[in-house]
DNA sequence: ACCGCCGGGTGCC
DNA sequence: ACCGCCGGGTGCC
């Protein structure tokens, strides 16, 4: 049932990305304010099995004690006080009610006896209670033990439960004290029954606040200690680390490097004990050889993971790459540097090499793993360092089509990164010209063991890391690296462990994984496995979690700026990822931590805090170093300035605002505002749109489509409404993931979701799949896709037919810019609109002025992109002082730190891409205070987003811990900010 | 003795 | 299990 990426899907991914521009920061986007909302909230779907036991709404019925029986046919043994696992065995050929005693680590233990067993299978089954079990005393018998059950579920199941066990003959004793949490088994040993005492209520629990209080300490005490040594790159780190950034290196190595028992095991007399479960064993429990890096975005993770994968291999040691130098043997001897290169690429890896000029005999006899890895069209003069079985002829390739990170294989340019749309190595860029060869470094320990690290990402940043590799990486070393995507990915896992690096998507990963038996990442023993944006894994159900989790290697790491996003749920998968014992089995984590600290129980939180400490390293950009702040960055202001429009404009704005207002009224009337978003949004775009500028909403159709019954339209109809949805910049996310939209798809009732994602709903809702959002029908085959290519932009240049005119908003930028140019020639400034055709209209005036203006669009070919972000940064006189930016073009890599002054011309609906912006000018390298001035139409609409993004920004600052809003407050607040958008 | 008692065989579900 | 339970052997004191 997994849904299979395809080239054409890809391909409409990209469309979707050009339009809508970067969604890397979806976590900061508007489905944080929504916070943690999830399809379980208004589907039955979610996990289909329905073993989700909702375990924030669990009550303790209490308590009963049994007995386990068989205990000398199985190997499994437990402590006294060691919590154990009942996990039911149907298919026991003797007993249909059969209910297995597990110890912690999975080891059968023995049966419930078969009377309380008969009783424990129904409430088992039927999920209508979970049934902990701690053995008390007897550990060591022969025979039987007893083991004392705490019964957890729903209020509402509290009745059948009790009545199931009366029904058998037994009775719930009320809950012992200390025994609320599961944890601590606080029984004494000995023959006497349990001391009973009243039912105690859940411990203190804390309020939300103090709870977000508490999570929030949780992260920010995490910088002391250990965390501040400093370590320096390997050699082939191209790239001078920050400060932190060496301790963050230091901290990681010695977190792979280390020989440390995992969080709650102590060393007892040759024995492993596990302090929160009470398990022991004599094998000594693996630590994870990784961990978290929490930091804020913009502190350079991904740098700080480059340096690792260079400078920790084994034993302490560098990676072991080939330097390249130069080498006038090749020139003599006449080898073709592009055979040289390709073999270097593609040689097989467990070569070893010496340095000197026999290597390359030895070199050029080296098997060749897959020689069609070079480009076949060889007349190029330059060192071509990397290629494809299928490179053809094509002198540009779109690689990833997001609109800020496409990258383009590079034939001429001076540099030899070529990417491909799938598959590709990756090189360095060569120095020299003609001739490159190969020096082989320390090679001796490169053999046997796994040498390849993968790093998995969201579509998003995929590129941001190839980037990072060009920037980063030494140009002299030689990495090799594959980026394993697209549909043409190879799928030889021999050629994926021969790698330095592989990079691929969770999409990727999830899809392959999907396919039984054929996924070469499953198949490689990864020398370290990295999870950027690790919070991607949060959902245990998801596929791609499951596929994460089942990866192979030692060293694991988790990249992610949101460690807890909305509660200490959401750590598991991460924890379960770094195979933290007992934790990977999510009862153990429930029963020890989780429980305890969402029930307030004393010592919970301190447990997550220590866990957290000792895997976790997190800094923030305030954190600060030795009293110093970790980044300095010089301030930033924002200052809004308001325009007047004038009369004209004013009439036009007022009579679309009266029309719109009149439709958007009725609909509410009619109850059918849901139905009628893409209408609203409508209204909305065009309202913006005038506030910059009246040419802009001239051919936005009117799409009040005559008689809007709405489970009807036909496909054209719902192609321009999710058009509509996707270019209004309203950042709408798919109702379903909560993230920005992925692949989007429309459905008959004008909702537009990820594809996948509603595609998972109709699967586990069939045969009457409902909309998420309206509960309409849904099929498959109603579902239209965003259709491919055709710019929207088709309509920017017919629209310079119409003569130039200016604008109240033109003017103010204007007047802002020529005062800028009067009082720092030199300043540098950003105009950012979300409408490129608004930057188009822009141009005008600039020239006019006579503006040296560069600019950046999703539009543009990354080669374009390129030039025009080394013009702009360039500091020579002449060069452009004025770059015209559309919002979301550029994801985090871009670096626009030569521009001190912003200019938005038009509110975004989402504060969090506006500080997205602001952050590619103010950021790391920013020498000068930044002042961004944003425009706001008064009495317009734009105010009243304004007040919107006041709002979200207070939401987001909070919603921290607080509970999740249902399907139905999410639609409130939709309708919400509809009426205030449009003063209703 | 259609009982009691004895003692050996036996033992999860 | 140094138990319980089962079922065969046995049978005054």
């Known amino acids: 049932m997994s849904w299979r990426p395809s080239k054409d899907s890809a391909r409409g991914c990209s469309q979707y990305n050009i339009c809508r521009g970067e969604r890397r920061y979806s976590h900061f986007s508007s489905s944080d304010f929504y916070s943690s909302l999830r399809l379980e909230d208004f589907l039955s779907v979610g996990d289909t099995s329905g073993t989700e036991e909702d375990t924030d709404s669990a009550i303790l019925y209490g308590t009963l004690r049994g007995s386990v029986v068989g205990l000398r046919y199985y190997t499994g043994v437990v402590n006294n006080n060691e919590m154990v696992a009942l996990q039911r065995e149907p298919n026991n050929p003797y007993d249909k009610n059969a209910v297995k005693v597990n110890n912690v680590n999975g080891a059968q233990v023995g049966h419930i006896k078969k009377e309380l067993a008969a009783a424990l299978a129904g409430i088992m089954d039927n999920k209508l209670a979970i049934v902990e079990g701690v053995v008390p005393y007897g550990a060591k018998n022969a025979f039987t033990m007893p083991v004392q059950m705490s019964f957890w579920g729903r209020e509402e199941n509290k009745e059948a439960v009790l009545d199931q066990l009366k029904r058998h003959g037994f009775k719930l004793a009320p809950p012992l004290k200390g025994s609320e949490c599961g944890f601590g088994s606080k029984w004494i040993s000995g023959r006497s029954g349990p001391s009973y005492s009243a039912p105690v209520h859940a411990a203190v629990q804390l309020t939300t606040e103090q709870l977000k209080s508490e999570f929030d300490k949780l992260f920010e005490d995490l910088k002391e200690d250990d965390k501040t040594c400093e370590m320096e790159g390997a050699e082939a780190v191209g790239t001078l680390l920050l400060p932190h950034q060496k301790q963050a290196l230091a901290w990681m190595i010695s977190r792979e490097n280390s020989n440390d028992l995992p969080p709650f095991w102590e060393e007892r007399s040759n024995f492993y004990y596990n302090i929160l479960t009470n398990f022991a064993e004599k094998q000594r429990p693996k630590n994870v050889l990784g961990g978290i890096l929490a930091d804020d975005m913009g502190l350079g993770k991904t740098l700080t993971v480059i340096a690792l994968i260079l400078t920790n291999f084994q034993d302490g040691k560098p990676l072991p790459v080939e330097k390249i130098t130069s080498d006038k043997f090749f020139e003599e001897s006449g080898t073709n540097s592009m055979n040289s290169v390709g073999r270097r690429l593609c040689k097989d890896s467990s070569n070893v090499m010496e340095p000197g000029v026999s ?34 002829e094509s002198e540009e390739w779109l690689f990833q089509q997001t609109e800020t990170t496409s990258c383009v294989i590079q034939e001429d340019a001076g540099f030899a990164s070529v990417l491909l749309p799938s598959s590709a190595c990756l090189k360095r860029p060569a120095k020299r010209k003609g001739t490159a060869s190969v020096q082989s470094v320390e090679k001796k320990y490169a053999d046997g063991g796994p040498r390849a690290t993968l790093i998995v990402c969201p579509l998003s940043v995929l590129s941001n890391w190839i980037d990072q590799f060009e920037q980063h990486i030494h140009q002299d070393f030689h990495v090799n690296i594959y980026v394993y995507y697209g549909s043409d990915r190879n799928k030889d896992p021999s050629v994926l462990s021969e790698q330095d690096i592989v990079l691929t998507t969770y999409n990727i990963l999830a899809t392959d994984y999907g396919i039984r038996g054929d996924s070469p990442l499953h198949k490689v023993k990864w020398l370290r496995i990295v999870l950027d944006e690790g919070h991607t894994i949060r959902n245990p159900n998801a596929q791609q979690t499951k596929a994460a989790l089942n990866l192979e290697g030692h060293r694991r790491w988790v990249l992610t700026g949101t460690p807890i996003q909305n509660s200490v749920k959401d750590l598991w998968s991460l924890i379960s990822f770094l195979k933290l014992k007992p934790f ?11 429980r305890p600290v969402t029930m307030g129980a004393p010592g919970g939180l301190g447990r997550l805090q220590s866990l957290i400490r000792s895997i976790t390293l997190r800094r923030t950009k305030t954190s600060k170093v030795k009293g110093k702040p970790i980044l300095e960055l010089p301030e930033r202001k924002v200052l809004i300035q308001h325009v007047t429009l004038t009369e004209e404009e004013r009439q036009i704005y007022q009579s679309v605002k009266k029309e719109g207002r009149a439709a958007i009224s009725r609909f509410f009337s009619e109850g059918t505002v849901l139905a009628h978003y893409a209408d609203i949004l409508g209204v909305l775009l065009r309202l913006r749109q005038l506030c910059c500028h009246p040419h802009l909403c001239m051919n936005t159709s009117s799409s009040f489509s005559a008689d809007n019954k709405t489970p009807e339209e036909p496909r054209e109809i719902l192609v321009s409404k999710m058009k509509l949805v996707l270019s209004s910049g309203s950042d709408e996310e798919c109702a379903v993931c909560l993230e920005s939209l992925t692949l989007p798809v429309i459905t008959r009732c004008a909702h537009v979701f990820c594809k996948p994602c509603i595609f998972e709903v109709i699967r586990s809702e069939q045969p009457n799949a409902k909309c998420p959002l309206c509960r309409s029908e849904l099929r498959v085959e109603h579902l239209v896709e965003c259709p491919l290519e055709e710019e929207a932009d088709s309509t920017k240049g017919k629209k310079s037919d119409q003569e130039w005119i200016s604008s109240s908003k033109i003017n103010a930028l204007m007047h802002a810019l020529i005062e ?16 490129t055709n608004f930057l188009s209209l822009i141009e005008n005036p600039l020239k006019e002025s006579g503006f040296a203006f560069t600019r ?48 938005l011309m038009d509110p975004a609906w989402n504060p969090a891409a506006e500080d997205q912006c602001f952050d590619r000018c103010h950021r790391l390298g920013q020498k000068h205070n930044v002042v961004i001035t944003k425009f706001i139409v008064k009495d317009s609409v734009e105010e009243n987003m304004l007040k919107i993004q006041n709002k979200k920004r207070e939401l987001a600052a909070g919603a921290f811990a607080t509970k999740k809003p249902s399907a139905s407050e999410v639609k409130q607040t939709k309708i919400n900010e509809i009426k205030a958008l449009i003063d209703l």
């Open 359 to 392: 290597d390359v005999k030895k070199f050029e006899n080296a098997p060749l793993k897959y020689s069609s890895c070079l480009p076949k069209r060889d007349k190029a003069k330059k060192p071509r360092y990397s290629g494809s079985s299928d490179l053809g």
């Open 584 to 594: 990977t089995d999510r009862e153990w984590w429930h029963r020890t931590i989780q």
């Open 820 to 835: 800028l140019r009067r009082d720092n020639p030199a300043a540098k400034c950003l105009i950012v609109s979300q409408f």
């Open 856 to 903: 950046l669009d999703g539009s543009m070919a990354q080669k374009k992109r390129v030039e025009a972000i080394q013009c702009f940064q360039s500091s020579q006189a002449g060069s452009p002082t004025v770059m015209l930016l559309s919002l979301k073009a550029g994801g985090v890599g871009l670096n626009l730190t030569a521009a001190s002054r912003v200019f």
